[in-house]
């Protein structure tokens, strides 16, 4: 049985044995629950390789040959260079394949290195942990900003959190600067900076109780998540899509669901559907050595 190494690198780097689409053993994470968590933001690139070299290092030890390692990155990674990191910018330009490939190999770690999305990693791992590993899975991932993830991975861009879905002028809170954007509806940053005087909660708790500024609001909101997943639907086929992050709180299903009916009207089309699932990072760990091992079967 093929072993693989997934690893996630957000605030910490958090790896785990990936064996048969499910972890064997528990998580190691870096910096541990003592650790500054921002060991990580202050810390140059080379730094960054080196913590993940000495934790794959830890995870695969004893284990015999390692199939893959996978590595999630929050950014838009291509070819194994990390070319946008927002969180993580000393990353920008990052050949980060090629680096933790050769500082494995000096620890004799022979296995292909992968690096991808860690919404596309989320994807991996939904798509493993339910069955669905020959389905296309889409995530969309409810934070400070819109994730979009999808499986398999192929070759590519979709930064679908900057799906446009208006042309009205003065839509332009979206954290990329660009107008019209989905993040910039929905991200939990880009409410704050609509309403200055409320957070997004109360935003949502108001419209419930008749205020017609947040009601609509909240509808502008669901609309939003359907004009993305319609395009989304428009451009790669119908499916499941998946919706996890901490402001899955506000999603109301009936609404997004007849927002999405009358977006995609072509019948061949209308075999979508939505769920809310967990945002775990051990899917994300699952996911991101799944989709390496993948990668280096092909
Ligand atoms: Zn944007």
């Known amino acids: 049985m093929a072993k693989n190494v997934g690893v996630m690198l957000s605030e910490r780097v958090v790896t785990g044995l ?11 994470y870096f910096p541990d629950e003592e650790g500054d968590e921002y060991a990580l933001v202050e810390m140059p690139a080379e730094g960054i390789v080196e913590v993940l070299r000495e934790q794959v290092k830890a995870v695969a030890a004893g284990q015999g040959d390692i199939a893959a390692v996978g590595v999630g990155v929050p950014g ?29 190999r000096s620890e004799g770690i022979a296995a292909p290195v992968t690096i991808l999305n860690d919404a596309d990693a989320f994807a991996a791992g939904i798509a493993a942990t339910t069955g669905r590993l020959d389905a296309v899975v889409r995530v969309w991932t409810l934070g400070v900003g819109i994730g979009y993830g999808r499986y398999p991975a192929t070759d590519g861009v979709w930064e679908g959190g900057h799906t446009v879905v208006t042309l009205d002028d003065k839509e332009n809170y979206c954290g ?46 669901h609309k939003a998540l359907a004009a993305a997943t319609a395009s989304s639907v428009h451009l790669r086929g119908p499916g499941k899509f998946y919706l996890a992050g901490f402001n899955v709180r506000f999603v109301d299903m009936a609404m997004l669901n007849e927002y999405l009916h009358q977006m995609v009207k072509m019948s061949p089309l209308q075999s979508y559907s939505i769920e809310i699932v967990k945002d775990a990072q051990e899917t994300r760990v699952i996911g991101a050595g799944v989709s390496a091992h993948q990668t280096a079967a092909v």
Do not use: Y
Not at 18 to 28: F, M, P
Not at 77 to 91: D, H, I, M, S, Y
Not at 195 to 213: I, N, T, Y
């Open 176 to 221: 990329c600067g660009g107008r019209g954007h989905l993040e910039g509806i929905m991200g939990h940053r880009a409410m704050r900076l609509r309403f200055l005087d409320m957070e997004p909660e109360e935003v949502f708790e108001a419209a419930k109780s008749g205020d017609s500024r947040c009601g609509d609001f909240k509808k502008l909101w």
């Open 18 to 28: 990936v064996v048969n689409n499910g972890l064997e053993g528990g998580l190691r």
């Open 76 to 104: 838009l990674v291509r070819n194994g260079v990390v070319e946008e990191a927002p969180n993580l910018p000393q990353l920008k330009g990052t050949r980060m394949a090629e680096m933790l490939g050769s500082a494995l």
